[in-house]
């Protein structure tokens, strides 16, 4: 009876919250916010990326580390309508990945631990624009899907390096070009609008340059190495 009777009351409990919150007018902050032609802003956010590998050759996969990176860049964003918005958004963005190769790839050669292993490193400077499709603001919040296109200058790169994975030197190229697809939520607070998102990125071009030697045990058997990556975001508008 005493579970049963719970069961009711949180029920009831969650039936009100979710009639106040999408239902019960409120006082809108910020209600002339979105009628702006341009507006701009700043973001702050986390980043996760991966490297997606193609091969030559079943052989043993590379595996990749990821760890958490920093973003931090500026926002502009231009009305088109009530539920359209294009956005440019360019940032920083710094990462490191660890490559783990298998003793596999090195069959017949001689090789140290040292060998094994390959931190990539990456700065990127990112050029993102991108369409935000919002739906009806509702009371102080907006939910919305995001894509685009980006472009993307590696400060880390070492393209032009003529050392390679021979004395250690893993190389990655200097441009890329991305698509991106995300989403998030517009909360309208009252001297500002915040917004978390979340946004995958995916690149259209191979980032690996590969090694002197056409049969290195590093690159030979890599067909394609492309970037993806997680980003989270806060904005401040």
């Known amino acids: 009876m005493k579970k049963t009777l719970l069961i009711l009351v949180l029920l009831i409990v969650s039936q009100t919250a979710s009639a106040q919150l999408f239902s019960k007018e409120k006082i809108k902050n910020n209600e002339n916010f979105d009628k702006q032609r341009l507006s701009w802003g700043f973001f702050l956010g986390l980043n996760s990326y991966d490297f997606q590998f193609n ?4 052989m043993d996969d590379i595996l990749v580390e990821s760890t958490t990176g920093f973003n931090v860049g500026l926002i502009s964003d231009l009305r088109l309508n009530e539920h359209l918005n294009l956005r440019f958004e360019p940032g920083l963005f710094i990462t490191q990945r660890n490559l783990q190769y ?7 050669l001689e090789y ?3 060998d094994l292993l390959r931190e990539v490193k990456s700065t990127y400077v990112h050029f993102p624009l991108l369409l935000k499709i919002s739906t009806k603001r509702i009371n102080n919040f907006k939910p919305f899907v995001l ?4 472009t993307a200058i590696n400060l880390s790169s070492n393209e032009e390096n003529p050392d390679d994975n021979s004395v250690g030197q893993f190389r990655t190229k200097k441009n890329m ?22 946004r995958g990125v995916f690149a259209f071009n191979d980032e690996i340059v590969r090694d002197t030697d056409p049969n290195s045990p590093w690159t030979s058997n890599v067909h394609t190495m492309k970037t993806r990556g997680v980003f989270i975001n ?3 508008q």
């Not at 091969?55 to 079943?58: A, K």
């Not at 298998?102 to 017949?108: E, K, T, V």
């Not at 894509?147 to 980006?150: L, T």
């Not at 995300?182 to 909360?187: A, L, P, Q, R, V």
């Open 112 to 114: 140290n631990s040292s």
């Open 55 to 58: 091969y030559e050759q079943d």
């Open 102 to 108: 298998s003793p596999s790839a090195f069959q017949g």
């Open 177 to 198: 070009a991305f698509y991106e697809l995300g989403f998030g939520i517009d909360f309208y607070l009252f001297w500002f609008k915040f917004t978390p998102s979340i």
């Open 234 to 236: 806060f904005t401040f």
């Open 147 to 150: 894509a685009g296109v980006s």
